[in-house]
T-cell receptor
């Protein structure tokens, strides 16, 4: 199946700093990518839809100024958590939609810990 | 807004036996997609099976099959001949058939933790 990578897999940062997470589709082009957040022992919650070459669409309650999304190419979307605080600590998962198979493939996730 | 409900936080089954995981959903749309994803301890989400709402035939993938009841808005997953490697969190998910504006993101249920007893 198609492969989606995320980098880094783990990151620990101090409160107030910004953290960038990359999501790449390795063997297919993805005009649409998605960012999800998963708290411990909970489900995945869609944060935003990332569209190549245009602005992201954010779900209700997600601060667009705090979670900056850039989808600059057909294989790369980035999520930047700005001025991170301990409550932003979570597991962030991206997925990329393969247009031809109309299937979403998930990355392995990034564990963010804000001290 | 669509909602997905998994009423079984945890299920346990003996190896080689059959287990059924429940999922119900609520939507006003007539066309949509339903999925079951598996999340093992590695946290990697793995697609198990997919069902298009317009198809009456239940999807099957080897030992995995679904019972899709559109009128009842029910989408259960049956795992036959359970194996130790099936142990994981299982999430039921809904996706609209519409595109754009976040409509094609997935809405997940809370998940069912499946334990396989040797």
């Amino acid at each position: 199946g198609a492969v989606v990578s995320q980098h880094p897999s783990r990151v620990i940062c101090k409160s107030g700093t910004s953290v960038k997470i990359e999501c790449r589709s390795l063997d297919f082009q993805a005009t649409t990518m998605f960012w999800y957040r998963q708290f411990p022992k909970q489900s995945l919650m869609l944060m935003a839809t990332s569209n190549e070459g245009s602005k992201a669409t954010y779900e209700q309650g997600v601060e667009k100024d705090k979670f900056l999304i850039n989808h600059a190419s057909l294989t790369l979307s980035t999520l930047t958590v700005t001025s991170a605080h301990p409550e932003d600590s979570s597991f962030y998962i991206c997925s990329a939609r393969d247009y031809h198979s109309d299937t979403q493939y998930f990355g392995p996730g990034t564990r963010l810990t804000v001290l | 807004a669509q909602t997905v409900t998994q009423s079984q936080p945890e299920m346990s089954v003996q190896e080689a036996e059959t287990v059924t995981l429940s999922c119900t959903y609520d939507t006003s749309e007539s066309d949509y997609y339903l999925f079951w994803y598996k999340q093992p301890p590695s946290r990697q989400m793995i697609l198990v099976i997919r069902q298009e709402a317009y198809k009456q035939q239940n999807a099957t993938e080897n030992r995995f099959s679904v019972n899709f009841q559109k009128a009842a808005k029910s989408f259960s997953l049956k795992i036959s001949d359970s194996q130790l490697g099936d142990a994981a969190m299982y999430f039921c998910a809904y996706r609209s058939s519409y595109s754009g504006g976040g409509a094609d993101g997935l809405t997940f249920g809370k998940g069912t933790h499946l334990i396989i007893q040797p």
